[in-house]
DNA sequence: TTCTGCCTCCCCCAAAATGGCGAGGTCACA
DNA sequence: TGTGACCTCGCCATTTTGGGGGAGGCAGAA
């Protein structure tokens, strides 16, 4: 069991394009025996890949209807922390029982586990597996596989973000102790003034910082430098 | 293999407050024979809690010399996704070599292995295991144990945001679609102007919304409205 | 040694952001 | 039939920021 799942892994790790990690998602469905194994990318701009085993149609579908904005798996994970049983999720609303008659007519399933994966930059991403069988089974098959399909999701995740950091790669700028301090403290919401008394120096050498670090940053504004110093984790508020 | 980490797992998920999950790292230390494990949230405000088998005096001067900021542990782990092992991380500023003595001082250990987490709402959290060794013994064991310890950073952390919930539940706010996309314009470094014009409304609606979205976050400024909306994972840039 | 990066301080002034006061409309929910 | 949340717009005065100029000292690297 443990030498599949380092077998399985390692499959994903070889992947050199988002092909390989297609044919790696119907792999995983037909080792485990289930309806569909998908990997998706989920960015605030809708964009970046996925790889998995639904229809075309059903991607087309979904993409179409814009269903990003109300799949309750989605809406669902971007809370949570903890690999999610769809059963757990609300499907009150009459929207959600409408996409989930949809989603089985596309052959999605009845069943499904789904783990959040989240990234450095905010970035977050969803593996699923689903199936079409009932309760009892299905609690079996999350309970023998969810820590191995975890481990896979942060395979396939580490892929993705390996294949974006090789398009636009971002060279991350280094900025000194003293702009680092003057950014933590514009991030917490301080102003040039207040900061500058905090870390004792002028006004204006606590501007000479703030443009140093505007310009390694590559920002317009100051608020642009704070969010990237944030985004790339040069800085914790 | 497989039962003891599932017993490990469940050690955690006993757990009922923060006194167990210190007691949990020490059982870890000892069922692995490392020198250190440390559960550490690191969060904004720099509070929020942490489990180790640290010593008091590092834990104290950790906190008291604020090296939270410049730990080239926790600076390389914001930008990663994948485990950490402290030998890749860079180490060459002054700062980080002094850090790193010190460190190795307090008995912290020369091998390290920092597993970054992140949750909902741009939760951040490190989970780590030192050991005094060389470093092929070093490479044997977190080839060995690297799965089963990012398993059990995972029931960690879960078992954190479990506490957390209970306490002081932080609650989240809820930005309308239109102050969303105000904030994500200027984290990405348009000016009022530029981003009220990006949004075909005048530059006093945009006003508002930058306004409401600042009450919301309980900002002292736009900057600093942004910095919360980028941490807690509201917006993404 | 020279050079580059970092830290510190000063001036002036235009541009941008903020804080306060208004106004009106839609839409959903109770 | 309110009530509240959201979207849209205007003006005024004050504060904050940004873009130019400068300057010197002190480290470590080439």
């Given at each position: 069991m443990q030498e599949k799942l380092e077998s399985l892994c390692e499959r994903v790790q070889r992947a050199s394009d988002v092909g390989d990690l297609q044919a790696a998602t119907e792999q995983l469905r037909d080792y485990y025996d289930v309806a569909h194994i998908v990997y998706h990318w989920v960015n605030s701009v809708g964009e970046r890949f996925g790889a998995g085993t639904y229809s075309q149609e059903w991607v087309d579908r979904y993409v179409e209807k814009d269903y990003l904005r109300m799949d309750p798996v989605i809406l669902g994970c971007l809370q949570r922390f903890n690999p999610v049983?769809?059963?757990?999720?609300?499907?009150?609303s009459r929207a959600s029982r409408d996409f989930l008659r949809e989603a089985i007519n596309f052959g999605v399933g009845n069943q499904g586990l789904t783990i959040p994966i989240r990234g450095p930059a905010g970035q977050f991403a969803l593996f699923t597996a689903s199936d079409h069988c009932d309760d009892y089974v299905w609690a079996v098959f999350v309970d023998e596989n969810m820590r191995d399909l975890m481990i896979i999701a942060h395979e396939f995740n580490k892929k993705a973000l390996e294949f974006e950091q090789g398009g636009d790669s971002a060279p991350v700028p280094t900025l000194s102790p003293r702009e680092l301090e003057a950014m933590t403290y514009l991030a917490k919401g301080l102003s040039r003034s207040q900061a500058a008394k905090e870390m004792e120096i002028s006004e204006h050498t606590l501007r000479v910082y703030i443009e140093a670090a505007r310009h390694k940053l590559g920002a317009m504004n100051t608020t642009h430098a704070v969010a990237r110093a944030l985004s790339r984790g040069l800085i914790v508020v």
């Open positions: 049983d769809w059963k757990e999720l609300d499907w009150s």
